[in-house]
Nanobody, 123 residues
Framework: VQLQASGGGLVQAGGSLRLSCTAS????????IGWFRQAPGKEREVVSC????????WYGLPAEGRFTISRDPAKNTVYLQMNNLRPEDTAVYYC?????????????????WGQGTQVTVSS
């Protein structure tokens, strides 16, 4: 099982980044995929979730109106388009997968985790 996150980088405030999470080794189409982030000294927080079984999407408060989650089932990939980035969005972003939607939305603990990708937003 592998979740490969990529697309992080350094961007100025107001800029955009698109993160990608490519999955392998499990039935991607049956899983919920989530993006989480953790900044130094802060708790992990759920950014956004997508349910590959029915396409449902959910956004945490920091992401609403600025981030968009999407998927490409043919590539086993989930994207997080992040626009109008702010310095407070600086964090390591992780993608994770679980069979149960609630595990993602409530951050109860996801079954599979990928490595993180660093997002740094300068002011």
């Amino acid at each position: 099982v592998q979740l490969q996150a990529s697309g992080g980088g350094l961007v100025q405030a107001g800029g955009s980044l698109r993160l990608s999470c490519t999955a392998s080794g499990f039935n991607f189409h049956s899983y919920a995929i989530g993006w989480f982030r953790q900044a130094p000294g802060k708790e992990r927080e759920v950014v956004s979730c997508i349910n590959n079984s029915d396409g449902s999407k959910w956004y945490g408060l920091p992401a609403e109106g600025r981030f968009t989650i999407s998927r490409d089932p043919a590539k086993n990939t989930v994207y997080l388009q992040m626009n109008n980035l702010r310095p407070e969005d600086t964090a390591v972003y992780y993608c994770a997968a679980d069979l149960y939607w609630g595990q993602c939305v409530r951050d109860y603990g996801m079954r599979y985790w990928g490595q993180g990708t660093q997002v740094t937003v300068s002011s």
